[in-house]
């Protein structure tokens, strides 16, 4: 099973999930045209996806699903009130969409997929933990603080994505649009750097192998600025930051790397064009 990031921009929530022929796209918060450029460049045809699972129904994270869908017919799979906000703000998915409630799993090609809930300001926002050839991987997205479920689900994972997004001095501070601002201080799912650092220390705790901060961009906060506050909070509970942690860094335009579970043999990291710190 392999993970990718399509790009990591603040704008650019996509990856994609592969295991034999079964290909998932987590999130779809680019452009169609650069999804589909990405998926070639990996040497999927689009045609190949079986599912988008989308975490939230927030532009950022659906972006590209208009044109996607419409274009491939691709089933997408979320919570149900995501499902509702996806049929409402995206035309001609009424009969694409999937209800999976959190708790609750589902059988993609090779892949078994589960969902969790997570806090975030957009009702129904979940996480998802992904097994496939004996690996798990769990992807937790715009995460503010830490519930029980989500402990749950990270434990003994072997590769943990989550994200060190925002903090709160640099939202203050930061190039936002005063709605925009006022959106994010008051929502605490978006205040992500220490809780993205403690979600990752609790990982490497809890037995995975991996840790990957995603979601990093200039325009949400500098990687040099994320990774202090993660490397802070792992040395402190005790972790070697540089043994456990890596940071996915990538212009919007390039392909993050590639990370590949094997069963048996920990994690592997391809750089693909970009940085891999």
């Known amino acids: 099973m392999t993970f990718t990031t399509l790009a990591s921009g603040s704008s650019g929530n996509a990856a994609l999930v592969s295991c034999g022929r079964t290909h998932i796209l987590l ?58 906000q996806i049929c409402y703000k995206v035309p001609f998915v009424d009969d694409l969409v999937r209800a999976q409630e959190p708790g609750t799993g589902v059988r993609l090609g ?3 997929v589960e969902s969790f809930s997570t806090p975030h300001d957009a009702a129904g926002s979940v996480g998802y933990s992904i097994t496939g050839d004996g690996c798990r991987l769990v992807l937790c997205t715009d ?11 990270v434990r003994g994972c072997d590769l943990l994505v989550c994200e060190a997004n ?7 501070s930061g190039p ?32 995975a192998r991996t840790v990957v ?35 996915t860094v990538a212009p919007r335009s390039e392909l993050g790397p590639t990370f ?6 920990g994690v592997k990291a391809f750089r693909r064009e970009a940085a891999l710190c």
């Not at 925002?166 to 203050?172: A, G, K, M, S």
């Open 110 to 112: 090779e892949l078994w």
């Open 213 to 247: 901060l995603a979601h990093l961009s200039a325009q949400n906060n500098t990687p040099a600025r994320a990774r202090q506050v993660a490397v802070r909070r792992l040395a402190a509970l005790g972790c070697d930051p540089e043994r456990d942690l890596s940071l």
């Open 143 to 153: 995460l503010g603080y830490i519930t029980p479920e989500v402990k749950q689900a």
């Open 27 to 84: 999130d779809a918060g680019i452009s169609a045209r650069r999804i589909t450029t990405g998926l070639r460049s990996l040497g999927v045809a689009p045609e190949e996806l079986s599912a988008v699972l989308v975490t939230h129904e927030h532009h950022d994270h659906i972006n590209g699903l208009a044109v996607l869908t419409k274009k491939l017919r691709v089933p997408i799979v979320s919570s149900a009130p995501t499902c509702r």
């Open 260 to 265: 590949a579970l094997e069963r048996g043999a």
């Open 166 to 172: 925002h903090d709160e001095d640099w939202v203050r």
């Open 176 to 207: 936002y649009p005063y709605s925009l601002k006022q959106r994010i201080l008051g929502d605490r799912g978006h205040l992500s750097n220490e809780a993205g650092a403690e979600l990752a220390a609790l990982g490497v705790e809890s037995g």
